[in-house]
């Protein structure tokens, strides 16, 4: 079983930076894809972003990328999520979560379009990302 911890969610002005930290314990890091999820009050689980640990390949929704990075620190099981020129639009929960099977998650997101959520086994309790204007 894989237990997941995310921290360092908080208010921050619009165009404002956060980063958030996952911490995995139970399996090693590299041998497991972690995807960011956000949900908004009244809106739909986003996958946001996704790491195969393995290889190191990642996936990001149209709706982040080139303002967010995710990032792995394998000796720490750490992985995570650089927030850059954050919007109200980024305001909501964001979740971690494990895919242990983690054949070909980059694939099928890519393939997709979308970070599927059924594919992760494991989550984390979340922390609030507050973005003001």
């Known amino acids: 079983e894989v237990h997941l911890v995310e921290s360092g969610g908080g208010l921050v002005q619009a165009g404002g930076s956060l980063r958030l930290s996952c911490v995995a314990s139970g399996e090693r890091l590299d041998d497991i894809a972690i995807a960011w999820f956000r949900q908004a009050p009244g809106k739909e689980r986003e996958g946001v972003s996704c790491?195969?640990?393995?290889?190191?390949?990642?996936y990001y929704a149209d709706s982040v990328k080139g303002r967010f990075t995710i990032s792995s620190d394998n000796a720490k099981n750490t992985v995570y999520l650089q927030m850059n020129s954050l919007k109200r639009d980024d305001t909501a929960v964001y979740y971690c979560?494990?895919?242990?099977?983690?054949?070909?998650?980059?694939?099928?997101?890519?393939?997709?379009?979308?970070?599927?959520?059924?594919?992760?086994?494991?989550w984390g309790q979340g922390t609030q990302v507050t973005v003001s204007s």
């Open positions: 790491i195969n640990n393995s290889d190191g390949s990642t």
């Open positions: 979560a494990a895919d242990k099977e983690s054949v070909d998650v980059i694939g099928t997101a890519r393939y997709l379009g979308y970070i599927p959520a059924q594919e992760y086994d494991y």
